[in-house]
Nanobody, 125 residues
Framework: QVQLVESGGGLVQAGGSLRLSCTAS????????MAWFRQAPGKEREFVAA????????QYTDSVKGRATISRDNAKATVYLQMNSLKPEETAVYYC??????????????????WGQGTQVTVSS
């Protein structure tokens, strides 16, 4: 059974930084692409960033380019999202996603079979 557990969310002032973590348990040797998505109240879940297993390929949504860095430590089965210069409109629940079928850094939700429960990020103005 695959489980993803996110951590690192919280309350931060606009312009501040957070580092989110997501640790997978279960058959992590077959873990391929991983990603972060977020969902604000009343809005659809949206893509933030993704990374391949080797870390050699990443993708970001345009609004976070230059402010966010996705990385992973396969030995710890953990993916990270460093977010800087946070904005109030980025207040959302941030979800980790994992693929056991495709090693892609993709924004497409259908690529990911497993999802975490989410961690709340609140950015105050």
């Amino acid at each position: 059974q695959v489980q993803l557990v996110e951590s690192g969310g919280g309350l931060v002032q606009a312009g501040g930084s957070l580092r989110l973590s997501c640790t997978a348990s279960g058959p992590t040797a077959s873990l391929y692409g991983m990603a972060w998505f977020r969902q604000a109240p009343g809005k659809e879940r949206e893509f933030v960033a993704a990374i391949t297993r080797s870390g050699g390929s990443t993708q970001y949504t345009d609004s976070v380019k230059g402010r966010a860095t996705i990385s992973r430590d396969n030995a710890k089965a953990t993916v990270y999202l460093q977010m800087n210069s946070l904005k109030p409109e980025e207040t959302a629940v941030y979800y980790c996603a994992a693929s056991y079928s495709h090693d892609l850094a993709t924004r497409y939700r259908a690529n990911y079979q497993y999802w975490g429960q989410g961690t709340q990020v609140t950015v105050s103005s």
